[in-house]
């Protein structure tokens, strides 16, 4: 069956830096969009940045634009976050998710997988 495992989250200091990582199986991975979500206490999950097949196309939200980098590695079946310039506000779960439509979409409604997410939390 289909699995997203993320890790690499933790505690950072605001200003420092973090890579998540999305190890993905059970799918053809280069045929998949993937994307980051996260989702903060009381808060409505939220599109972080997404990435094309090819990882030619990138997507960013206005939030971490600048700060943050999707990249992938489809022969290592992998997606990444690097994440500078933290800010407490950065604080969330993050996770990982995976679609196969035409498009890359911030619709979270519009992704098929999804992993566990891990923890980021950003001190101040």
């Known amino acids: 069956q289909v699995q997203l495992v993320e890790s690499g989250g933790g505690l950072v200091q605001a200003g420092g830096s973090l890579r998540v990582s999305c190890a993905a199986s059970g799918l053809t991975f280069s045929t998949y969009i993937m994307a980051w979500f996260r989702q903060a206490p009381g808060k409505e999950r939220e599109f972080v940045a997404g990435?094309?097949?090819?990882?030619?196309?990138?997507s960013y939200a206005d939030a971490v634009k600048g700060r943050f980098t999707i990249s992938r590695d489809n022969a290592r079946n992998t997606v990444y976050l690097q994440m500078n310039s933290l800010k407490p506000e950065d604080t969330a779960v993050y996770y990982c998710a995976a679609q196969i439509r035409i498009v890359l979409t911030t619709e979270a409604a519009k992704y098929d997988y999804w992993g566990q997410g891990t923890q980021v939390t950003v001190s101040s």
């Open positions: 990435i094309s097949r090819s990882g030619g196309s990138t």
